[in-house]
């Protein structure tokens, strides 16, 4: 038998107590985090937009669904390796839990330096691919190039993160991800407005700062005595648990990646009406991500919440946490679009005030943004499902709907009218399939079954 995990004062054990009290506990630091992540992204498109030009904004912009294209098979790793430990911490097997840390780990370092290759040499692809407008596409493979030579920083402090919120622990994460947020804003204003350093100067506060988050965090766990932290001479592959985090995480980061790669082609799309469009549908983005944030974060929670009760086999326990979350996430995303539902002219005015970058940001931010609270049924029932060891349906359900699903549509929709209206309308009519869809699995799947059955 496995020596107890040790439990720390700074970890959530959420096998026991109020069920909403603890995800909403649990979910609010996260969340804290993640408005402080897309802060200091939103401050880069604010910088440039004011201080450089609409050109500057859609290049700073336009260019997610390229990094999240590459880093998505990673952050299905990390994923993998975050429900992994979640399990071993809640069944109380400290030997697993050390090996998974360490194997996490050495991993992310290896992957790091593959990513960072491969990004920068597919960078101009990838621009060109986007059908990016050319006053535009210069200063897009300027951001990227740079963004990709530091993406090391990203990935170690991603999955220092997870290995603590694994074990409850999401306070210190958002403390270091607060720094480096202020860091990212001072370093912005420096290279920008100072040194006038325009789209490089953004790309390089972002990675500085993301290198400056990754310390905090392996400092932390390096200095940690609990049975998560890092030693050297435990810094290993343990090539049984790798496989088993691949196995976990490897349909997420599929599911991920060619979502990610489904949404350059819809960028492709959203390009062609022109840079106002581009540089609209970037500060959309920037904006419309605060709104689905609380159940983003949620969703996160949820994760951590469904594996540890699953390694505790407290089957009814997870019903009634999938059930609180989800009314939770509508709650918040209902009152929040309607919010920026009102003020979507000022808020998009924050990062450009060309006419045409303020028409376009209004329109997508009224049409999409009402169809939000459809993102709260994939993110509860997605995390509740990986949380408990099945990732292959939400991969499977995910990529129906948000990549094979929402391009016949898109491609349809492209034939059928030139409008830039049912364009807009891709994201959310891949959202309605995915939740109907993820609902039916998870209501009649038999996870129950399987779950009891599982050796932890």
């Not at 994923?79 to 996490?104: C, P």
């Amino acid at each position: 038998m496995s020596n107890p995990a040790a439990r720390s004062s700074r970890s959530m054990d959420m096998t026991t107590g109020p069920i909403a009290k603890s995800i909403l506990l649990f979910s609010l630091p996260l969340l804290a985090g993640n408005i402080f992540q897309q802060f200091y992204n939103t401050v880069d498109s604010v910088v440039v937009g004011n201080f450089v030009g609409p050109e500057a904004l859609g290049a700073v912009t336009a260019n997610l669904p390229a990094t999240m294209m590459l880093i998505s098979l990673f952050m299905g790793f990390s994923s993998g390796a975050s429900v992994l430990i979640s399990q071993y911490f809640g069944a109380r097997n400290e030997a697993k839990l050390r090996r998974t840390v360490h194997t996490s780990v050495v991993a992310t370092l290896l992957l790091s330096i593959i990513m960072t290759g491969l990004g920068i040499i597919l960078t101009p692809v990838l621009v060109r691919f986007m059908n990016t407008p050319p006053e535009i596409a210069g200063l897009a493979v300027i951001y990227l190039k740079i963004y990709f030579a530091g993406l090391s920083g990203l990935m170690l402090y991603n999955m220092g993160s997870a290995i603590l919120r694994a074990v409850g622990d999401s306070r210190r994460p958002l403390y270091f991800l607060i720094f480096c947020s202020l860091c990212n804003v001072i370093l912005d204003l420096f290279f920008v407005i100072q040194l006038h350093m325009g789209v490089a100067g953004v790309a390089y506060a972002t990675i500085l700062s993301q290198f400056f988050s990754a310390f905090l965090v392996l400092y932390v766990l390096f200095r940690s005595r609990e049975s998560y932290g890092l030693n050297l001479r435990e810094m290993r592959i343990d090539i049984e648990l790798l496989r088993h985090i691949i196995s976990l995480g490897l349909p997420t980061g599929i599911q991920l990646g060619l979502t990610s790669f489904s949404n350059v082609f819809v960028m492709g799309y959203i390009n062609s009406f022109g840079a106002g469009s581009t540089s609209g549908w970037g500060a959309y983005q920037r904006i419309d991500a605060f709104t689905v944030l609380p159940v983003m974060s949620i969703g996160i929670a949820v994760t951590t919440f469904v594996g540890q009760n699953a390694g505790a086999r407290n089957i009814e326990r997870i019903k009634k946490g999938v059930r609180a979350s989800l009314e939770m996430g509508l709650g918040i995303t209902v009152l929040l679009s309607i919010l920026l539902f009102i003020l979507a002219p000022q808020a998009i005015g924050l990062f450009n005030k060309d006419p045409e970058v303020l028409r376009f940001g209004t329109l997508f931010l009224r049409m999409i943004g009402p169809l939000d609270f459809l993102v709260c049924f994939n993110q509860c029932y997605a995390g509740a499902l990986r949380g408990m060891g099945e990732a292959r349906a939400p991969m499977i359900i995910m990529l129906g709907s948000f990549v094979f699903f929402r391009q016949l549509y898109l491609f349809i929709a492209s034939h059928l009218t030139a409008s830039i209206y049912p364009i807009a309308l891709g994201y959310p009519m891949g959202w309605l399939l995915c939740s109907v869809l993820m609902y039916l699995f998870y209501r009649f799947s038999g996870w129950e079954t399987r779950l009891n059955e599982y050796s932890f």
